[in-house]
Structures are given as structure tokens and as C-alpha cells.
């Protein structure tokens, strides 16, 4: 069955520093969206990507973060100098519509931030 | 503003047997998604199921259902025979009409041998 895959599974990095966090969708999916989890607390919207351009952010999404689909597999989200408070799990989806379809999760990629 | 609230942070039921977790919403939305996920420890969000907000049939998967009150803005899960392998952490997510999905705050099941 296919499924979304992220990685790294773990990444730590120093404050200051640029990530680059990697999704591989599932194939035929058309949405694509980043959440965050810090430890302990709800699942956050980050931004949602079609058409090869973002459709929705949250306030989280600022200038810090960027995303992009480099070619037709991978989806990325990029962290440019990381800050103590981004440390937390942050999870890929993929759906093949917008309101109606399932999101369908990667596994995750833990951040820690020292 | 469109809230999604889990009222019980913890639960826990034996073995076997039927447990119902909560979840209320408020939205101005007339027609939308409603979506419960499980989050093992592994931390995957995996999806358990989804129900449309048009339709007044209750969705089933298995041993998971769903009690859709569209009146009431309220959508819980209800697990029969439960086993250890639903010990998890269960998050409501409601899609209401934009791009993404709104978590509540999840309720953690525990599992009685």
C-alpha cells in the first residue's frame, strides 16, 4: 500500500542552523502539507502546497520557513535559522483532493534543537 | 473562529471491552469532514475514520464507529472489543472547508489486560 515517507526520522541540530526536512508524497496525490507536534501538545497546521505553490499558511509559517517541491517526487520543508521553540515532530501529508479526501501522514521527523 | 475540543484527556477501558471518546466542535460551516486519527507511541498519525457532515448514516470501520450529532457539533468514537493494540493517543480532526485538518487535543487510551 502506498504510503508517505519522511526524512530524516531524527535530526539535531544547533540553534541558528538550516534544515531541510524531506517527504516523498504518495504518488498520485495532489495536496501536500506540513504539521507540527511539540512534545505534549496538539498537531498544528504549518502550510498546505498545490499547484506548486503554498494555498494556505498558518501564523506559525513565517519568514523562517519555506517550502518547496524541487521535482516530481519530493516535498521539503526548510527551516532557515532554527530556533529552540522548533523543536517538535513535524509530520508530511498527502491527500488527493482538497476538503473531502483523507490526509494521509508520514512517519514523522523529530527535531531537536540544542 | 472553528474549535475542536476533547473533553477527556485520559481514558482507559479493559480489555473486550467499549469505550467512547468525545469530541465537540464549533463551526459556521454547513458542510465539512470529520476525521478521528491514532497516534501510537510510534507517533504515526494514522487515519481511523472519517465521516461526512451531509450524511446522516453513522460511519463504521471494523470495530470503530462513529455517533455524528450535527445539531449538537458533536462527533465521538466509539471502540468495541477493544484490544492492546488500540492503546494510543485518539485526535478528532475536523476538515472544514479549507486546507487543513483542526486537531483537538487528544485523549489518551489506555488498554486493561
Known amino acids: 500500500e502506498p504510503e508517505v515517507t519522511q526524512t530524516p526520522s531524527h535530526q539535531v541540530t544547533q540553534m541558528g542552523q538550516e534544515v531541510i526536512l524531506r517527504c516523498v508524497p504518495i504518488s498520485n496525490h495532489l495536496y501536500f502539507y506540513w504539521y507540527r507536534q511539540i512534545l505534549g501538545q496538539k498537531v498544528e497546521f504549518l502550510v498546505s502546497?498545490?499547484?506548486?505553490?503554498?494555498?494556505?499558511k498558518s501564523e506559525i509559517f513565517d519568514d523562517q520557513f519555506s517550502v518547496e517541491r524541487p521535482d516530481g517526487s519530493n516535498f521539503t520543508l526548510k527551516i532557515r535559522s532554527t530556533k529552540l521553540e522548533d523543536s517538535a515532530m513535524y509530520f508530511c501529508?498527502?491527500?488527493?483532493?482538497?476538503?473531502?479526501?483523507?490526509?494521509?501522514f508520514g512517519p514523522g521527523t523529530r527535531l531537536t534543537v540544542t | 473562529a472553528q474549535t475542536v475540543t476533547q473533553s477527556q484527556p485520559e481514558m482507559s477501558v479493559q480489555e473486550a471491552e467499549t469505550v467512547t471518546l468525545s469530541c465537540t466542535y464549533d463551526?459556521?460551516?454547513?458542510?465539512?469532514?470529520l476525521f478521528w486519527y491514532k497516534q501510537p507511541p510510534s507517533r504515526q498519525m494514522i487515519l481511523v475514520i472519517r465521516?461526512?457532515?451531509?450524511?446522516?448514516q453513522n460511519a463504521t470501520e471494523n470495530r470503530f464507529s462513529v455517533n455524528f450529532q450535527k445539531a449538537a457539533k458533536s462527533f465521538s468514537l466509539k471502540i468495541s472489543d477493544s484490544q492492546l493494540g488500540d492503546a494510543a493517543m485518539y485526535f478528532c480532526?475536523?476538515?472544514?472547508?479549507?486546507?487543513?485538518?483542526?486537531f483537538g487535543t487528544g485523549t489518551r487510551l489506555t488498554i486493561i489486560p
Open positions: 465521516q461526512e457532515a451531509y450524511k446522516q
Open positions: 501529508a498527502s491527500s488527493e483532493g482538497r476538503t473531502s479526501y483523507e490526509q494521509y
Open positions: 480532526a475536523p476538515h472544514f472547508g479549507n486546507e487543513k485538518l483542526t
Open positions: 502546497f498545490y499547484n506548486n505553490e503554498i494555498s494556505e
Open positions: 463551526t459556521s460551516e454547513s458542510d465539512y469532514y
